[in-house]
């Protein structure tokens, strides 16, 4: 442990209300969809909140629950508060979650025109007055597994939601079942509220002008349109007496809605729900969920930092805590906390890709967080009413189940061949099981083909150094440019070897691919880093020798540094046609694109970037889409000139202009190192994108799952 005491102010105690807390950390509400089928909470949903609640955070939201359950769900396992039945769960849960020093609020919701599960039941949805029917253009980014978990969506008349405006009775319903859900969460032991009024939730859609049209006391201005959020906050209130805090979870601005909340109004809304009695502001913000780039705008941002103005707007304009969000960094969030710009400072994503980042904040080890890489696999699963995962914590949802990595008693010599993410965690996992590892690299450097995809995008290259900086702390014995033959490893005598040597990378037949100007993706790669000869032959003399100048000052090395570097020369031409639409192709193209090549997507099938999750592939497909990329789908590619692609759409010729062709086709799993392995007399077993391509979760829940057994 090193003695710096860094973010003082994050680790320091502070008080919503009368509720006294052990830091400022709070983990931000977050659908799990790990609820019983029946609404109730069970061991999964426990197991997961206790374990948060270990990792050191002092306060948890639990995710948003229903105050009339079954209705006005948003997911298939959401938590109920509506029925005295709900309650022992809950109290086994707030329980679970004292144990371990953490407070926790219930966040109480109705989910309005967002109730999918009402839809499903062929129920109506609750909403403020009449809405207009829209579809998502996330829709025609689904693959067709994806899109058949969508389909009950559309309610069992196959003709998508119906509508119920409330009326007065209804509204006065709404505000007694929020206050008996809140009287449930305290006598279930929470210690505090939190009321849902954002993210196109029935109290939202009431704040929101652009949705909100009614004509009475509920609708037209501010004061009115907020005036069912302030009657629930005074319900809520006598119904759980002064002392128990109420959060207020409240949008600062609605993006890409026109005529929707913007930053003024919510700074007047919440003044208003702190005159109600509201113990503090969570601030958020939400995006129109037809537009799937909007949703990266919000609730799930992608900007760091990128409600931070709203939580300062509202600290100068209230009195009581702020909540900040949104990808907030530890350092920014101890700023924040200097400056006064907000109180707390709630983290989703980071706190599912490592629940004990808090406890390593307090023990000053912050470099041991293992980082989120902002995939948004976590939120994709919920769009798709399965249970939430984490690319890079496989531990999460599985927290009920056996501890994944109990150490081993007997200490084996293990050799992990190859240091993408799949290899490097299974060599984190051994080591820390107290296996003697060695880690085989052939290349100079760790991360594998995991390093193109940190050049494409920066969290990834996070990852990597987390994970490199990991095996260096367990003394993992890392050899770099070490080629993994029989005979290399036989000589070492290893227990067991783990093969995880990624795919194999062979361009299909395509005539014209042998040309000089096309690359494969595994040459781009070579090409980028300098470690591959061979491709930089292609190259014209002057962009060879640019290159040997860059190997050999070692820049080829850093990934930060080429990711800057790489905007004032790269040898990449000006036109560039990319042959294949999945993961690599659109990374590809992202990295290209940002560095101002022109760039043609061809994809031979329907769908591009299944491998991404639905969130980021339809954020990555629309920005793209606005920096003139042409994405084309069901092309059949027929050659490469020297020039152009030809290819065919819908029997029709077409050609594609470009001075460099990338092709991004044509991965496949590639066993063959680990059956010679195991045919030559050893133990081994592949791991990762070399047994089932794959993105970085499948490699290192593979890995984990693997390593964890050995
Ligand atoms: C998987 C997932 C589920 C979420 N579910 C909820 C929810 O139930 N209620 C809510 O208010 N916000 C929900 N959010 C938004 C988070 O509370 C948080 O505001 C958002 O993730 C931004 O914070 P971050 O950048 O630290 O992740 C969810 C976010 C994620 C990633
Ligand atoms: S799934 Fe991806 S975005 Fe979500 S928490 Fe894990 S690493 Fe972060």
């Not at 201005?221 to 959060?247: K, Q």
């Not at 939580?311 to 101890?334: F, H, N, T, Y």
Request: hydrophobic share 45%.
């Amino acid at each position: 442990m090193s003695n710096n005491n860094h973010f003082p102010l994050l680790k320091s105690r502070a008080r919503i209300g009368k509720l006294e807390l052990r830091n400022r950390f709070v983990l931000a509400a977050m659908g799990s969809n790990f609820a019983e089928k029946d609404g109730t909470c069970g061991e999964r949903i426990q197991a997961y909140y206790e374990n948060q609640a270990r990792g050191g955070v002092g306060l948890i939201v639990l995710e948003t629950s229903s105050i009339v359950w079954p209705a006005a769900c948003s997911m298939p396992h959401m938590v109920g508060f509506s029925e005295d039945r709900f309650i022992p769960g809950l109290t086994q849960l707030a329980d679970r979650v004292h144990k371990h020093g953490a407070r926790i609020a219930a966040q109480l919701n109705h989910s309005g025109k967002v109730s999918q599960e009402d839809t499903v039941a062929g129920r109506p949805l609750w909403v403020p007055s009449l809405l207009q029917k829209g579809t998502s253009d996330m829709l025609s980014l689904l693959t067709p597994k994806e899109l058949g978990n969508f389909i009950k969506a559309a309610g069992p008349d196959g003709k998508g939601p119906s509508y119920h405006v409330m009326d007065q009775a209804d509204i006065l319903a709404l505000i007694q079942q929020f206050a008996a859900a809140a009287r449930r969460a305290k006598q279930a032991g929470f210690d505090a509220l939190e009321i849902h009024a954002g993210h196109g939730y029935i109290i939202s859609s009431f704040l929101s002008p652009a949705v909100n049209k009614r004509e009475d006391q509920y609708g037209g201005s501010l004061p009115n349109r907020a005036r069912l959020l302030t009657e629930i906050i005074r319900a809520v209130r006598a119904e759980v007496g002064a002392d128990m805090p109420i959060l207020v979870r409240l949008d600062a601005k609605e993006y890409r809605i026109e005529g929707g909340i913007t930053p003024a109004d919510f700074v007047q809304t919440a003044k208003l729900a702190e005159e109600a009695g509201a113990d503090a502001i969570d601030v958020s913000a939400y995006g129109n969920t037809a537009k799937g780039i909007a949703f990266t705008e919000a609730p799930l941002v992608h900007q760091p930092g990128g409600f931070l103005e709203f939580a300062k707007m509202a600290k100068a304009a209230l009195s009581i805590p702020i909540i900040a969000v949104g990808r907030v960094e530890l350092d920014v969030a101890e700023k924040g906390l200097a400056t006064g710009h907000f109180d707390f400072v709630a983290m989703g994503r980071k706190l599912l890709a490592d629940p004990t980042l808090p406890s390593k904040v307090m023990a000053d080890q912050p470099e041991q967080i293992r980082p989120c890489i902002y995939c948004y696999i976590c939120v994709s699963q919920i769009f798709i009413n399965q249970p939430l995962m984490c690319a890079v914590n496989p531990n999460l949802g599985n927290e009920h189940r056996e501890h994944l990595i109990a150490s081993s008693n007997e200490s084996k010599r293990i050799i992990v061949v190859g240091s993408g993410p799949g290899g490097m965690e299974a060599a984190k996992v051994l080591a820390e099981r107290g296996h003697r590892v060695s880690l085989w690299e052939k290349e100079r450097d760790l991360g594998g083909t995991a390093r193109i995809a940190a050049l494409a995008y920066e969290p990834n290259g996070r990852l990597i150094r987390y994970l490199a900086d990991s095996l260096r702390r367990l003394a993992v014995d890392i050899q770099l440019g070490k080629l993994a033959t029989l005979e290399a490893l036989r000589a070492e005598r290893p227990d067991h070897v783990i093969v995880a040597t990624g795919a194999a990378r062979k361009a299909p037949e395509i005539p014209g691919k042998h040309l000089k100007h096309v690359f494969d993706g595994d040459q781009m790669r070579g090409l980028l880093f300098g470690t591959d000869a061979a491709a930089a032959r292609k190259l014209p003399l002057y962009q060879r020798l640019m290159l040997a100048a860059g190997r050999n000052l070692q820049l080829l090395r850093h990934i930060g540094l080429m990711r800057t570097l790489s905007h004032f020369w790269m040898p990449i031409r000006k036109q560039v046609v990319i042959i294949g639409g999945g993961l690599v192709g659109l990374e590809m193209a992202e990295f290209l694109v940002a560095r101002g090549r022109k760039i043609v997507v061809l994809e031979p099938t329907a769908n591009l970037g299944p491998e991404l999750s639905i969130v980021r592939r339809s954020r990555v497909v629309h920005l793209l889409k606005e920096h003139g990329v042409e994405l084309v789908t069901n092309a059949d590619i027929r050659a490469i000139e020297s020039q152009h692609v030809t290819y065919q759409l819908d029997g029709k010729d077409y050609q594609a202009q470009g001075q460099q062709v990338i092709i991004a086709l044509g991965a496949s799993a590639d066993t063959s190192l680990a059956d010679q392995l195991q045919a030559g007399g050893l133990q081994a077993v592949a791991v990762g994108d070399c047994k089932r391509v794959g993105y970085i979760d499948g490699a290192i829940h593979d890995a984990r799952a693997i390593a964890s057994t050995i």
